[in-house]
């Protein structure tokens, strides 16, 4: 195993132990430093900068944000101008901490899923991600608890990490989520690198209630035919 996979298991294995430990049970996450373990999710690209109402590859969204390209000392950082990994394009979105504290943003996928990863362009303690399902939220992590599995200096001052992180969430269980916030108190929350689980497929009894409806209906209209 070379010292990059070794980086990448380690992340991995702290995200996941540190993840069983949060007050939100219904999420866990994973950790690294590049994004391997985004096998299996889309894509959400980001393909213009704009502010709102304009919610870029998200069905739609609402709240403080906007899609940008370039760093603002003290407002706004690019992921990756730090850690190498940009993402080709430039275009992230950043919520700017504002006259409005919390700032936050939301966005919707336009269906329910139960993964969802991103890249993380600053990990700061003064972040926070929610997961929500019909406008209530099923889970958070902070940037605290996302440094702490990684082995990051935490701060809860002003100070920028000047870190990126690949991060990945997973529903536990029968958990899903239909859309994202992302919640700062102080410069601003920045990502890209977007990726999200397909939309749900509905399991075996549902499919089966569905084909027994439209059994009833094919037998009510056949019935209605030899009454008449």
């Not at 996979?5 to 219904?26: E, I, Y």
């Not at 998200?58 to 993402?87: L, R, V, W």
Request: with cysteine; net charge neutral; hydrophobic share 40%.
């Amino acid at each position: 195993m070379n010292h990059k996979r070794k980086v990448l298991a380690l992340a991995v294995a702290s995200g996941l132990s540190f993840a069983s430990m949060l007050s939100s049970a219904n999420v866990t996450f994973m950790v690294a430093e590049d994004d391997m373990f985004f096998a299996g999710l889309s894509a959400l690209p980001f393909t213009a900068t704009g502010s709102a109402p304009f919610c870029g590859p998200y069905a739609s969204c609402a709240g403080d944000y906007e899609f940008k390209t370039g760093s603002i000392h003290n407002h706004s950082k690019q992921p990756g101008t730090d850690s190498g990994n940009m993402i080709p394009g430039g275009i992230f979105l950043t919520v700017p901490g504002g006259s409005s504290v919390p700032a936050q943003a939301t966005f919707d996928f336009g269906f329910s899923t139960n993964s969802f990863g991103m890249h993380w362009g600053s990990v700061d303690s003064y972040n926070l991600f929610e997961f929500l399902l019909g406008g209530t939220v099923v889970g958070s992590v902070s940037g605290t608890q996302v440094a702490n599995s990684a082995g990051l200096m935490v701060s809860n001052g002003n100070g920028n990490f000047h870190i990126d992180r690949f991060v990945r969430f997973d529903g536990v269980g029968s958990t899903q989520f239909d859309s994202i916030r992302f919640q700062t108190t102080n410069f601003g929350f920045e990502t890209d690198g977007h990726h999200v689980a397909q939309a749900s497929v509905p399991g075996p009894m549902p499919m089966a209630l569905f084909a027994l409806g439209l059994a009833g209906i094919g037998l009510f209209g056949k019935r209605r035919r030899t009454m008449a």
